[in-house]
């Protein structure tokens, strides 16, 4: 065997469920983790279904150098079962190795910096709209969480993909079905886990074809998203033929990117049209709930709302003297401290899973005491290994977050102070939220100008706050949404027009 098997970590509960009902269904989401890297380490092994040893990192090291070989560490098979049937082969959440690398390539100008910035009016309307929503609600208390995934559904169709689903009521339903379905947390679905991760190729498509409930909701989805990309990729083809290509959404930009590839590295149709159901779906429930849990702290803070409400109106004033439509985001250093900290603080997916394809060896940071007292500073690990990089515990590791790791206090953002030593991962702020390597969220900077933009929005016109008696905690679904001391998904927030 491996050196996992004599790796230290918490005991089973049960041979059924190993450690997974506390791992995903402990509360707050992330805790039982972090107590487990408290008294085992940066690395330790926990029991998933059925005796199924599992590997759980938070060693920048070891997280490090399993995202950027993606081909030694490929995503796990119960995931790709998934992605596979909801999003289809030719998505980039899907694909691997070689495909993965052209498909990437097609899609990056897409998300570049430049073409992301194009979308500022997009998603100020957008955001303006979510105000006139909360407006309306002066007075009283809205479910945040609900009206927040609303309106980025309606920014990523709308910017990403150029389709305005404000009278596609099948859409916007058949959506919401499929939020409601992800949000569920059950012991049936760590059960499905188990089941997915073992079941063999052929039986794919019988899940197809009889897919459980859940599965049948991203299936709806995906035959949705399918027919209005047909559309969106026979206009635009039109539209290049004609001489006229247009460029108003990142969709667009992918089309034109596409048709001047090469051959060999050009997407095929089929590619395309896939994209659309998993970038929605990838690009809409992480950053609505990334705005959920800002909202939340703020909610709590009303001084940090209140200095964030000073620095967009002078950033309004100074836009406004020198005649420009828009303030420069990234320049309010209030504003994107108080993302990146709610950010580290909430990732809004808490961790992530690999699997070896090989039998390979994993280098640590800081070595690490096995069950028989030895030091280990790598790690062999069986090919077919799962392993999950947790991204809460990376978040707050004091190795490079300091001594104050677990404190949650945007000000550290802006007293000049290093990010320390240990190697940084990921294209933002070192956060793991969109973990590091050729896997790296596609979307990452599109999701910040989003939550940038709607905070910025909010904070000018608004003053949230809990109502009082409420208790709010994070619970981890597939990403992390706030659920109340009932077992309700929603962010009830009190909301004032300043
Ligand atoms: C705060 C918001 C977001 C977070 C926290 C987030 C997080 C992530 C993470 C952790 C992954 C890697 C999953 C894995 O391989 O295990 C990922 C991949 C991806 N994300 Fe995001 N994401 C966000 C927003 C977006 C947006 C807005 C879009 C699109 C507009 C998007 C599109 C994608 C795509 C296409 C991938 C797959 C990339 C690949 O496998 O090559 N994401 N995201």
């Known amino acids: 065997s491996d050196d996992v098997s004599s ?3 918490p005991k089973p509960c049960s041979w059924v469920y190993g450690n997974m009902i506390e791992f995903i269904l402990g509360i707050p989401a992330g805790q039982t983790e972090m107590g487990w890297f408290a008294k085992y380490g940066d690395v330790l092994k926990f029991f998933a279904c059925f005796g199924e040893e599992r590997l759980l990192l938070s060693d920048p090291a070891a997280i490090k150098h399993v995202l950027l070989d993606p081909r030694v560490f490929v995503k796990s098979r119960k995931y790709q079962l998934i ?9 980039v959440i899907y694909a691997e190795g070689a495909d993965h690398r052209r498909i990437r390539g097609v899609m990056n100008t897409m998300f570049s910096a430049a073409s992301v910035r194009t979308l500022t009016p997009v998603l100020e309307r957008t955001a303006k709209d979510l105000s ?3 407006e309306l609600s002066s007075g009283s208390t809205v479910d945040i969480y609900r009206l927040l995934h609303q309106t980025t559904l309606r920014a990523i ?5 150029g389709y305005d689903i404000t009278s596609d009521k099948e859409y916007t339903s058949t959506y919401e079905d499929l939020l409601v379905s992800v949000s569920q947390r059950s012991k049936k679905g ?8 073992r079941l063999p190729s052929s039986c794919v498509q019988l899940l197809k074809d009889y897919p459980p409930t859940d599965l049948k909701k991203l299936l709806d989805h995906r035959k949705m998203t399918n027919k209005i990309s047909e559309n969106l990729i026979a206009s635009q083809a039109k539209s290049i033929k004609d001489g006229n290509p247009l460029e108003d959404n990142l969709y667009s930009i992918l089309l034109n990117s596409n048709a001047k590839a090469s051959d060999k590295n050009k997407m095929s149709v089929d590619e395309l049209k896939d994209q ?6 990838a690009g809409e429930d992480t950053t609505a709930n990334s705005i959920v849990w800002i909202l939340y702290v703020l909610s709590q803070h009303r001084e940090w709302q209140d200095r964030l409400r000073r620095e967009v109106k002078e950033a309004d004033n100074a836009a406004n003297t020198s005649g420009v439509d828009s303030i420069e985001y990234d320049r309010l250093p209030f504003l994107n401290a108080i993302i990146k900290e709610v950010l580290r603080f909430y990732p809004a997916g808490s961790f992530t899973e690999r699997e070896a394809a090989c039998d ?11 069950l028989s007292g030895k030091s280990l500073t790598n790690l062999s690990v069986n090919k077919g290994r799962r392993m999950i990089i947790s991204m809460t515990a990376y978040n707050r590791l004091p190795s490079i977050w300091g001594h104050d790791a677990n404190e949650l206090n945007p000000l550290r953002w802006l007293d000049g102070r290093e990010i320390e030593s240990g190697g940084t991962i990921g294209p933002y702020a070192n956060l793991s939220n969109f973990i590091g390597g050729p896997r790296t969220c596609l979307g990452w900077r599109f999701a910040i100008l989003e939550i940038q933009v709607i905070v910025a929005e909010l904070m000018r016109n608004f003053a949230f706050s809990l109502p009082p008696g409420v208790t709010i905690c994070p619970a981890s679904a597939i990403t992390v949404v706030p659920m109340d001391s009932h077992g309700r998904t929603w962010l009830p927030l009190h909301v004032v027009h300043l």
Do not use: K, R, W, Y
Request: glycine share 14%.
């Open 360 to 370: 390979t060896t994993i280098p640590l940071s800081t070595p690490i005491i096995s």
């Open 157 to 161: 169709t709308e910017a990403v993909m």
């Open 276 to 281: 659309f159901g998993g970038l929605t779906t």
């Open 190 to 197: 760590i059960i499905a886990d188990a089941f997915l991760s």
């Open 7 to 9: 790796l230290q970590g």
């Open 132 to 134: 006139q929503v909360c």
């Open 83 to 91: 992605n596979l049937i909801g999003f289809g082969e030719g998505s």
